[in-house]
C-alpha cells in the first residue's frame, strides 16, 4: 500500500489560492493514478479532480472546472492541487487516493489509499 501525506490547507479569504500537495511513499508510485476528494462537515466526501498514470489524463468536477488544476510529478512522487478563484464551499478536508483505474476515477469506492486530509478555510 502507499502512504500518502497531504500538506498546504490553510485559512484564505474568497478570490484567494491555494496549493496543496500530496507526498506518497513507495517506489511505484507512477503505477496509480490519483485524485482529490473534499468533504465538508455533514456532508459526503465529494469528487474534486483525478490525473492518470501518466499526467496526460485529468478530470475535474463541474464545481471546480476552471478553477482547479491538478498535476504530478512522478520524479517527486507527488501530486498537486492548485485551487484558485476559492469561494467559501471550497470549505471542507480535502484528501488524495490512489486508484488502479488507469486514467482515474470520480468514484471514491474506486480508491483503495488515502491521506489523513488537509482542512481548505475560505472565509467570505
Known amino acids: 500500500q502507499v502512504q500518502l501525506v497531504e500538506s498546504g490547507g490553510g485559512l484564505v479569504q474568497a478570490g484567494g489560492s491555494l496549493r496543496l500537495s500530496c507526498a506518497a511513499s513507495?517506489?511505484?508510485?507512477?503505477?496509480?493514478?490519483m485524485g482529490w476528494f473534499r468533504q465538508a462537515p455533514g456532508k459526503e466526501r465529494e469528487f474534486v479532480a483525478t490525473?492518470?498514470?501518466?499526467?496526460?489524463?485529468?478530470d475535474y468536477a463541474e464545481s471546480v472546472k476552471g478553477r482547479f488544476i491538478i498535476s504530478r510529478d512522478n520524479a517527486k512522487n507527488t501530486i498537486y492541487l492548485q485551487m484558485n478563484s476559492l469561494k467559501p464551499e471550497d470549505t471542507a478536508v480535502y484528501y488524495c487516493?490512489?486508484?488502479?483505474?488507469?486514467?482515474?476515477?470520480?468514484?471514491?469506492?474506486?480508491?483503495?489509499?488515502w491521506g489523513q486530509g488537509t482542512q481548505v478555510t475560505v472565509s467570505s
Open positions: 487516493g490512489t486508484t488502479n483505474s488507469p486514467y482515474g476515477s470520480m468514484w471514491s469506492g474506486e480508491y483503495d489509499s
Open positions: 513507495g517506489r511505484i508510485f507512477r503505477h496509480y493514478a
Open positions: 490525473i492518470s498514470r501518466s499526467g496526460d489524463s485529468t
